[in-house]
């Protein structure tokens, strides 16, 4: 048959109700206890007390976020540190800066005397840092120039810029705090994100100090137009004629039959030239190195022309009979 007896573990109701008295009367007394304790002076504490910063924004701009609190010990009723450490209805300390530029601290032993009378009735002990680091920049307006961003472009193979480049306006008009605008000492960087240039390059393009420096920065000038000329290198190779110099009748060299070639690059536009041109690999003995005995190839004429010259061999061994 089943069981029909109550479980002995099921609280009765009376039970439960003189628990609900008990919990009651632990729940008043926590709290009278708790109310009677905040109404006592003496208590010490550390908050974080907030602060603001007032100085002439026009002619001065905070380059990174300046600190909203400072970490201060005090004492006094538990009412008004309960307040100040829950921040309930606390107006923030004001901090002044007649010259905000002149340094990047102010020593907070400068202010125990304002703040202590600020947070009255409550006793500030002391503030735990000795100083409260800010940066605040003047503003400025310069003129730079401009400059091509290496890393915003490329050319194609065997593709230079040839003579200067042209940019219209010559200078650039920033304004900002004089640490950012520092910067650009060396030039405003300008972006063309044009990849394998192969031509003549003329466009207008935009500037930008980027999304991190725009509210702090602003540039008169919205584009530049920037012009430059490219010059194309052709590959080609060429074999050499040996002509020994000061060398004594005793010494050869090991292969007498050596035949050296060159590989260049050229300006396409001296390549005739470059046809009717002889080259010679030279040899001069006065400049072998002694240790090896061996000589290093000199290749001659080297027009300007022509750049990125290798040749093959690049020594030659010595033999002395």
Do not use: H
């Not at 905070?62 to 004492?75: E, G």
């Not at 601290?105 to 503030?127: C, V």
């Not at 593709?159 to 650039?172: A, H, M, V, Y």
């Amino acid at each position: 048959m089943p069981d029909t007896k109550k479980s002995s573990r099921r609280i009765s109701s009376k039970r439960l109700s003189n628990l609900k008295v008990v919990v009651l009367c632990i729940a008043a007394a926590t709290t009278f206890w708790i109310l009677n304790a905040l109404n006592k002076d003496n208590y010490t504490t550390i908050v974080d007390y907030p602060i603001t910063w007032e100085y002439n924004q026009e002619d001065y701009v905070a380059v990174k976020p300046l600190p909203k609190s400072v970490q201060i010990q005090i004492s006094g009723n538990g009412w008004d540190l309960l307040r100040k450490y829950f921040k309930l209805n606390e107006p923030p300390f004001v901090i002044y800066l007649a010259e905000p530029a002149a340094k990047n601290f102010i020593l907070t032993s400068d202010l125990k005397r304002p703040l202590g009378e600020f947070i009255t009735p409550t006793l500030l002990e002391g503030l735990l840092e000795d100083s409260i680091s800010y940066q605040i920049d003047k503003i400025e307006t310069r003129k730079v120039k401009p400059v091509l961003d290496s890393a915003g472009y490329s050319l194609a193979k065997n593709t230079e810029i040839e003579g200067e480049i042209d940019f219209s306006p010559k200078q650039i008009t920033i304004t900002g705090p004089t640490s950012l605008l520092d910067l650009y000492n060396d030039g405003f960087p300008v972006l063309l994100n044009e990849n394998r240039i192969d031509e003549n390059f003329s466009s207008s393009v935009n500037l930008s100090v980027g999304e991190n420096l725009e509210p702090l920065i602003q540039l008169q000038e919205k584009s530049v137009q920037v012009s430059f000329s490219v010059v194309k290198f052709l590959q080609g190779n060429k074999r050499l004629k040996v002509k020994k110099i000061n060398f004594p009748r005793t010494v050869t060299l090991e292969n007498e039959e050596i035949t050296p070639m060159i590989t260049y690059l050229v300006d396409e536009r001296k390549v005739a030239e470059l046809k009717d041109m002889e080259f010679e690999a030279i040899l001069d003995y006065g400049k072998r190195n002694r240790e090896d005995s061996t000589l290093a190839i000199v290749v001659k004429p080297n027009p300007k022309y022509i750049k990125e010259i290798k040749v093959e061999p690049a020594l030659v061994k010595l033999k002395y009979e």
